[in-house]
């Protein structure tokens, strides 16, 4: 089992930026972002290769977010830029351990508690 400890949400007004950062107490294939809002379903936001720190996008973020490896080992970063409300605002998760496709929830073997992002308008 590996856990994952998110850490660097908060409320920010929109146009701002955030930085999250998730450390696993393991090394793992991939680890990646996901973010919920109330009512909707988990979805997945970037995603990293970490061996050759290869990075994947949702289109919707593309541009704005930037998915790293931290400066610690097994940890992973999430700069937002440009933030908005009504796309941003959410429960933003950190995975680990991908076993298929990377914007499937189901396919991803450990979760972090998950941290809170909210924009202001």
């Known amino acids: 089992q590996v856990q994952l400890t998110e850490s660097g949400g908060g409320s920010v007004e929109a146009g701002g930026s955030l930085r999250l950062s998730c450390a696993a107490d393991d090394s793992n294939n991939w680890m990646a972002w996901f973010r919920q809002a109330p009512g909707k379903e988990r979805e997945g936001v970037a995603a990293?290769?970490?061996?050759?720190?290869?990075?994947?996008y949702a289109d919707s973020v593309k541009g704005r977010f930037t998915i790293s490896r931290g400066n610690a080992k097994n940890t992973v970063d999430l700069l937002m830029n440009n933030l908005n409300p009504e796309e941003d605002t959410a429960m933003y998760y950190c995975?680990?351990?991908?076993?298929?496709?990377?914007?499937?929830?189901?396919?991803?073997?450990?979760w972090g508690q998950g941290t809170q992002v909210t924009v202001s308008t």
């Open positions: 995975a680990a351990a991908l076993r298929g496709t990377w914007t499937n929830a189901d396919h991803w073997s450990y």
């Open positions: 990293l290769f970490m061996s050759r720190a290869r990075p994947v």
